[in-house]
C-alpha cells in the first residue's frame, strides 16, 4: 500500500473524488519505487477565479522533495495536470540517474 496523505480544505471530498486521486497518485509510486510519501491538498482559491479548484501535490523522495501545485475548473483537471507535472518531473530525474551511470 502506497503511503498517501490527503486532506481536503473546507469541504469533504466525496468518496468517487478520492478514489480517482488515490488512483492517478498511485500511478506515480508505480513510476519510481523511492518515493516515500505523497501529501495531496485540495482546496479552493478566490471566489471571482472560475479556475479555482486548486490541487497540491508534495512527493518526499530521499534527498530531495517534489512540489506542484495547480488549478482549474473541477478537482479532477487540476489533479490530472499535477499528476502530468510530477511525472515529467520524475521522468527529467531518471533520465539523469542513467546519464550519470554512463559517465562512470
Same mark, same amino acid.
Not at 479556475?51 to 534527498?63: D, R, T
Not at 506542484?68 to 487540476?78: F, I
Given at each position: 500500500? $502506497?503511503?498517501?496523505? #490527503? *486532506?481536503?480544505?473546507?469541504?469533504?471530498?466525496?468518496?468517487? =473524488?478520492?478514489?480517482?486521486?488515490?488512483?492517478?497518485?498511485?500511478?506515480?509510486? /508505480? *513510476?519510481?519505487? &523511492?518515493?516515500?510519501?505523497?501529501? @495531496?491538498? =485540495?482546496? /479552493?482559491?478566490?471566489?471571482?477565479?472560475?479556475?479555482? *479548484? #486548486?490541487?497540491?501535490?508534495?512527493? &518526499? @523522495?530521499?534527498?530531495?522533495? $517534489?512540489?506542484?501545485?495547480?488549478?482549474?475548473?473541477?478537482?479532477?483537471?487540476?489533479?490530472?495536470?499535477?499528476?502530468? &507535472? =510530477? *511525472?515529467?518531473?520524475? !521522468?527529467?530525474?531518471?533520465?539523469?540517474? @542513467?546519464? !550519470? !551511470?554512463?559517465?562512470?
Amino acid at each position: 500500500m $502506497h503511503n498517501i496523505t #490527503f *486532506q481536503s480544505v473546507h469541504f469533504k471530498a466525496s468518496p468517487e =473524488l478520492e478514489a480517482f486521486l488515490r488512483e492517478k497518485v498511485s500511478k506515480l509510486f /508505480e *513510476q519510481d519505487s &523511492s518515493i516515500i510519501r505523497a501529501d @495531496v491538498t =485540495l482546496f /479552493e482559491g478566490a471566489l471571482g477565479n472560475p479556475k479555482n *479548484q #486548486f490541487c497540491e501535490i508534495q512527493l &518526499s @523522495v530521499p534527498g530531495e522533495n $517534489h512540489f506542484v501545485k495547480k488549478n482549474s475548473e473541477n478537482y479532477e483537471k487540476s489533479i490530472m495536470d499535477a499528476i502530468i &507535472s =510530477l *511525472q515529467k518531473v520524475l !521522468r527529467r530525474k531518471k533520465t539523469k540517474k @542513467v546519464i !550519470r !551511470r554512463r559517465k562512470i
